[in-house]
C-alpha cells in the first residue's frame, strides 16, 4: 500500500459514526483517554508481576504456572479494554497519530512485546516443567521477562509523550 | 489556592523543571508506572481473598504485594508533588483535584483497613476465600484505587455535569 492510500484510508476512518462522535463530543476524548490509561496501567502492572517472577526477583515461591494462570486472564481484559479505547482514540485523529513519532514508537514497541510474548509461550514456556518451582528459570524464560518489562515501560513511556507530539 | 499557584510557579524548582523538556512527561511516566503497580497489586491480592486464585496463602499473597503498593504510593507522591511544584496551575486548580485529593484519603484509610482485615486472616491456610467482610473492603480498596486515577484525569467529568445542576 502506497503512503497515500494509507492516508486516505485514515481520512476515511475518521469520518466513521464513532470516530466523528468521539471527536466532536466534549467528553469523548478524554472519557476514552481516562479509560485507556486505567486499563494500560493494569496491563503494565500484571504483566510486570510475571515478569519479575521470570527474573526471579519477586514471587519466587509461586510456581510461575500457577502465577500464569491466575494473573494472566485478567491481564487479558484489562488488555481488551486498552486496545478497543487505544482503536477508538487512533479513529478520532488518525493522521496525527499515524504522524506522530512517539506514536509510532509505541506500536513498534508493542509488537516487540508481542514477539516476545509468542516466543516465550511457544517456545520457552513449553519446558516450564522443569522450572517451574524451587528452580532458577533459564536464562531465555529470564531474557524474555526483562525484554517484556522493558518494552512495556517503554510503551508508557512513549503513550505519554504521544501527547506532547500532537500537533 | 492563588496564592499558592503563585508563590509555587515562581519557585526555582518549578522554573527549573519547566525548561527542561522531559521532565514532566517523564514524571508523569513514572507516576502511571505507580498506578499500575498499585492497582495490579490490589488486583493481585483481592483475587486471592475473592478466592479466585489458591495457590498461595493469604499470607504469602499479602507479604508480596502489600509492600509495593506502599513503595509504589511513596514513587506516586514524589512524582506527584513534583508536578504540581511545576505546574501548579494544571493541578491544584485542575477542577478535579480536590474530589481526587479526597478519594485518594478514602483509598489509603481502606488500604489500611484492607491491610488490617489480611492480618485478622492470617491463621488462614486454606485455599478458601477471606470471608464476606475482607472481600468488599478488597473491593472497595480497588474501585477507590480507579476512581483516584479517574478523577486524575477528570476534568472532562466536570464539564459533563449540567450548569444548573452545579447550584443544588
Known amino acids: 500500500m502506497t503512503l497515500p492510500s494509507i492516508i486516505d484510508l485514515l481520512k476515511w476512518l475518521e469520518t466513521t459514526p464513532l470516530a466523528a462522535f468521539v471527536s466532536q463530543s466534549p467528553w469523548g476524548f478524554p472519557a476514552m483517554l481516562t479509560l485507556h490509561l486505567v486499563a494500560v496501567a493494569v496491563v503494565a502492572g500484571m504483566i510486570a508481576v510475571v515478569d519479575l517472577r521470570l527474573l526471579g526477583l519477586a514471587s519466587t515461591n509461586t510456581a510461575v504456572t500457577d502465577l500464569c494462570r491466575e494473573a494472566l486472564p485478567w491481564t487479558w481484559g484489562a488488555f481488551l479494554v486498552s486496545a478497543l479505547t487505544g482503536v477508538v482514540l487512533f479513529a478520532a485523529q488518525p493522521v496525527k497519530y499515524f504522524e506522530n513519532h512517539a506514536f509510532r514508537m509505541k506500536l513498534l514497541l508493542m509488537v516487540l512485546a508481542g514477539i516476545n510474548m509468542l516466543a516465550f509461550h511457544f517456545i520457552i514456556y513449553r519446558r516450564v516443567a522443569a522450572w517451574d518451582r524451587n528452580t532458577a528459570v533459564p536464562l531465555a524464560g529470564k531474557l524474555a521477562g526483562g525484554i517484556s518489562l522493558l518494552a512495556w515501560i517503554a510503551v508508557v513511556a512513549y503513550g505519554r509523550w504521544t501527547a506532547y507530539f500532537m500537533l | ?168
Open chain 2, 1 to 168: 489556592m492563588g496564592e499558592l499557584v503563585q508563590w509555587l510557579s515562581g519557585l526555582p524548582l518549578s522554573l527549573a523543571i519547566r525548561r527542561i523538556s522531559w521532565v514532566i512527561p517523564l514524571m508523569q511516566t513514572l507516576h502511571i508506572l505507580a498506578t499500575g503497580m498499585i492497582l495490579s497489586s490490589v488486583i493481585m491480592v483481592d483475587l486471592r481473598i475473592w478466592g479466585l486464585s489458591r495457590s498461595q496463602t493469604l499470607v504469602q499473597s499479602a507479604h508480596r504485594f502489600v509492600p509495593w503498593i506502599w513503595s509504589a504510593m511513596v514513587l506516586m507522591l514524589v512524582t506527584g508533588v513534583l508536578l504540581i511544584i511545576a505546574a501548579p496551575r494544571r493541578t491544584l486548580l485542575d477542577s478535579t483535584f480536590q474530589v481526587k485529593m479526597l478519594l485518594m484519603a478514602l483509598a489509603i484509610v481502606a488500604t489500611l483497613a484492607f491491610q488490617v482485615a489480611l492480618r485478622r486472616n492470617h491463621g488462614r491456610q486454606d485455599g478458601r476465600s477471606a470471608g464476606w467482610i475482607a472481600g468488599f473492603i478488597a473491593a472497595a480498596t480497588l474501585i477507590l484505587w480507579i476512581a483516584v486515577t479517574v478523577a486524575g484525569r477528570g476534568r472532562w467529568i466536570g464539564n459533563m455535569i449540567p450548569h444548573w445542576a452545579r447550584y443544588l
